[in-house]
């Protein structure tokens, strides 16, 4: 009686290897697809600290400017930091600029804040080597104000750091400008009275941004 035959069971080697390779392609993709996620986590992570940051100085700005002083409150002397030097630094008058404030593209932002408790101190925001500084003076009641002490750096990745006006009848002007110069799209014959800013605009390029689209903060004079 001859024995019968029974179908083969399983898999060919060769059916094995392809199984195996196409196992290998999937794990391959599936580790490509975790990686370019994670790093695209880590970049989206990185720009939202950058953002924060950006966020952050220039809230800081709004609120020195906001606690500067008001008209007839500091006498009527230079207000700059002893080691500035540029136009802005050399006793040259700034009528549109608030009382209290200088301000130089080659040396920053300077201004007085109140400290509390009547107290009043010199800060200065200005950038070098592509880092954004603010160094603060110690607070006082006495005049002269001592002088800014050592920088903090608040913002790293910085091309520029420009500061305007907003002058009723005039639009946006140089906070070095005088407060009756007029800007190129304003009308020449209109002239606003000096210290007559109502607004007060910060500019913030970034090294990797786009150099006609920077961080802008708007804080209102009054």
Do not use: C
Not at 56 to 62: D, E, S, V, Y
Not at 180 to 191: E, H, K, V
């Amino acid at each position: 009686m001859s024995q019968a035959a029974y179908p083969q069971q399983g898999f060919t080697l060769i059916e094995v290897l392809v199984a195996l390779t196409l196992l290998a392609l999937v794990s391959l993709m599936s580790w490509r697809g975790l990686d370019a996620a994670q790093h695209v986590g880590e970049r989206l992570d990185a720009r939202a600290q950058d953002t924060l940051a950006m966020v952050r100085a220039l809230g800081q700005i709004a609120r020195d400017v906001r606690l500067r002083p008001g008209p007839g409150v500091l006498p009527d002397t230079d207000l700059a930091p002893a080691d500035a030097a540029g136009p802005a630094h050399n006793g040259a008058a700034q009528p549109a600029l608030p009382p209290g404030m200088d301000w130089s593209a080659q040396t920053g932002l300077g201004m007085v804040r109140a400290a509390g408790d009547g107290r009043w101190q010199r800060l200065h925001w200005y950038l070098r080597d592509g880092i954004l500084y603010r160094s603060v003076a110690a607070p006082s009641y006495l005049w002269p104000l001592p002088d800014v002490e050592a920088p903090v750096a608040v913002l790293h990745g910085v091309r520029a750091f420009a500061v305007r006006l907003w002058l009723p009848g005039l639009g946006w002007a140089d906070a070095t400008a005088p407060a009756n110069a007029a800007p190129a799209t304003a009308a020449r014959t209109t002239t606003a009275p000096s210290g007559s800013a109502t607004g007060l605009e910060v500019s913030i390029y970034t090294q990797d941004g786009d150099a006609r689209q920077p961080y802008r903060k708007v804080v209102v004079l009054r």
